[in-house]
């Protein structure tokens, strides 16, 4: 390939309050109007794939599949491939076999579209659920039984980050168009995040009717106040803003100016501020109780009006300090059984975090059934990304993890559970090829509305995933990553002359400029080894750079590198990633770390927002929509 130039980068009110006043109207026509030169560096790398990617989709399932063996629908679970989720959930499943569960006759909600409750697990490995797991089984009994009685999503991919994932989530777009394609994530004092002209999901909803409410984990930006959640659709916030912190505390579990930083806001519609009163309080206890606040609210004040819950859940990820790991008695004397069970330490703590996990779970479908709304409610349980090992989850036996491109860091769990699926859908399992990006078109078409088509990469998959295996998925490739930039980067983003990338077309996976990566397997012969989740999985293995072509429906533990035996099929596939590259992608946004946050948070005792924002105000002096920003992406 010719050299290319490489990118110039430069650098509340009491939570569960109801909001003053009307809410502002959101213009969901900004990315349409702004922002649609799109940067075409690499158009000079496109290839004609014309008919040649007609003829790969063709030859996907054909070709590579008689040289490797027949495609299975089975799942992978707890180190076995093709063994399938049968026989896990089909016991539980079978309580619910020819019972679709109905709305009950004459209730009435003085709306049609359902709630929706999407619960976002941070680092839940293949390996890290009760129904799928080798060590883990009897540890998610209320996300088991949710599972058997929903739709199980056993081709389901996420992105292999955290906020590349939820940003895709919440605007239905592939990384690369939002510049958030590069391995770097948001920190405490990153400023950037998503540009603010890409609509999210709550502010499609509001203009259906919603109320949207969120708890947890942001991660998408917080240096300027028109990132934070409640700029960008929802009406209320109680939550951290970064990466990580520690779970009792709130404090960033990692020493920024010679201290950690206390990291909880409470924010609405028209203010902040820091949530200083929960420091101490263990996070698990803390979000439980907001969510059932939050409902209690939505049904004293606005019972009228559907609800939305984005219930983004600290655990399961690291720390995993001994002395911030939740007390014993929040355990039954079964659960500490099966907790002791557990040799290796670092995994038992782990699992501490994935039972708790579950107890809110439960408690939070509970809170809709007293609500009486849980018979009009969607649940949807996904992961971000693959589990770290190095934080004592794992992906077995899928190959990889976190920050990796193969199917250990992007395949990952979700399913959908509710009284509202048809009957054959009951207890399914979803083989159909999903992305994150889907949930966006597919909420909304539950919600009554759409999102502007030529403007996301999601696809609607509510009818495949609703037909028992009567509908194919409308998806057949899924771009994973393409990323021209080294990491880590130090003052300014340094291009490589090969992207790292990877895409899923049909059966096959093409993974380019990749390190070669193992099957990270939990040892369980070892009692402790320190691991403590202070670190990061985001080293790279090695230095050997290599391409890798797999069959993913036949060989889903990426075995067999078929590069050498099929290199029309792999240049082709190679073709398409800077095809859609050329056509969607911007510069990333990425900038490095700004110092001068600390002397924001030094005066306000925690994290909050530094820089100035733009922000348009109505004729009452509320606080719109931000304004249009006239330079690219790169300038958030």
């Known amino acids: 390939m010719d050299p290319h130039t490489p990118p110039v980068v430069s650098r509340g009110m009491e939570y569960g309050a109801i909001p003053t006043g009307a809410r502002p109207e959101d213009d969901l026509t900004a990315d349409s109007a702004v922002h649609h030169e799109r940067n075409h560096r690499w158009a000079r790398f ?9 003829m790969m989709v063709g030859l996907v399932g054909a070709v590579a599949l008689s040289q490797r063996g027949e495609a299975t629908d089975a799942g992978i679970v707890g180190g076995v491939s093709g ?25 009435t909600w003085g709306y049609t579209q359902p ?60 990384p690369i168009r939002l510049g958030l394609q590069h391995e770097e994530v948001i920190e405490p004092n990153s400023p950037w995040g998503v540009p603010e002209h890409h609509v999210f999901l709550p502010k499609y909803l509001r203009q259906a009717g919603y109320m949207n409410y969120a708890l947890g984990k942001w991660h998408l930006g917080h240096h300027v106040e028109a990132m934070l959640p409640t700029h960008r659709g929802f009406d209320t916030f109680l939550g951290f803003l970064g990466d990580q912190e520690y779970y009792f505390s709130h404090e960033y579990n990692h020493v920024l100016n010679n201290k ?33 606040d939050v409902v209690a609210t939505h049904m004293e004040n606005f019972a009228s009006s559907p ?78 990304n693959g589990a770290c090992n190095l934080g004592g989850g794992y992906n077995t036996p899928l190959k990889g993890g976190k920050h990796f491109l193969f199917e250990g860091g992007v395949r990952v769990h979700s399913f959908v559970s509710s009284p509202l699926l048809p009957e054959k859908a009951v207890g399914s399992t979803y083989n159909g090829l999903m992305h994150v990006t889907d949930w966006l078109p597919t909420l909304l078409f539950k919600a009554g509305t759409s999102p502007p088509a030529h403007e996301i990469d999601g696809v609607n998959q509510w009818d495949a995933m609703m037909s028992g295996g009567d509908l194919a998925s409308p998806r057949t490739e899924i771009l994973h990553n393409v990323d021209f930039w080294r990491y880590p980067a130090d003052q300014e983003l340094e291009e490589m002359a090969n992207p790292r990338a990877a895409i899923r077309v049909g059966d096959l996976k093409l993974i380019i400029h990749h390190w070669h990566m193992p099957e990270y397997t939990c040892p369980m012969d070892t009692e402790d080894d320190g691991v403590d989740g202070s670190t990061d999985c985001a080293e790279s293995p090695g230095d050997v750079l290599d391409n890798f072509l797999y069959n993913i429906t036949a060989d889903p533990t990426e075995s067999v590198n078929l590069i050498d035996d099929l290199p029309d099929l792999a240049e082709t596939m190679r073709s ?22 600390f002397l924001v948070w030094d005066s306000q005792g925690g994290i909050v927002p530094w820089h100035v924002s733009v922000l ?3 004729a009452d002096g509320d606080v719109d929509s931000p304004a249009e920003l006239p330079d690219d992406d790169a300038q958030v």
């Open 576 to 597: 398409r990633i800077y095809e859609i590259y050329n056509l969607t992608a911007v510069d990333p946004v990425w900038v490095t770390p700004d110092y001068d946050a």
């Open 307 to 384: 609800m939305f819950l984005y219930y983004s859940f600290q655990n399961v990820h690291a720390p995993l300090s001994d002395d911030d790991m939740p007390d014993d008695d929040v355990f039954s004397s079964d659960e500490l059984t099966l907790l002791e069970a557990i040799s290796y330490k670092p995994r038992r703590k782990f699992a501490k975090l994935l039972v708790t996990l579950d107890h809110n779970v439960g408690h939070i479908v509970d809170t809709f059934k007293d609500a009486g709304i849980w018979e009009n409610t969607i649940l949807v349980m996904s992961s971000d």
């Open 616 to 618: 348009q105000e109505d």
């Open 115 to 174: 709630n929706i409750l999407f619960l976002l697990v941070d680092d839940l490995g293949w390996n890290d659920i009760g129904y799928n797991s080798n060590d883990m089984k009897g540890m998610t009994p209320n996300m088991d039984q949710l599972a058997a009685g929903g739709v199980t999503l056993m081709n389901y991919y996420s992105q292999h980050l955290c906020t590349p994932a939820r940003a895709a989530l919440m605007t239905g777009k592939n």
């Open 83 to 107: 063994a399938g989720v049968g026989s896990d959930l089909a016991a539980l499943g079978a309580q619910h076999a020819g019972v679709a569960q109905k709305v009950q006759e004459g209730q």
């Open 260 to 292: 950690n930083y206390y990291d909880l806001i409470r924010s609405d519609n028209s203010s902040y501020h820091i949530a200083l009163d929960k420091k101490g309080n263990y996070s698990g206890a803390m979000y439980r109780d907001a969510a059932a």
């Open 46 to 54: 496109s290839r004609a794939v014309g008919a040649a990617a007609v």
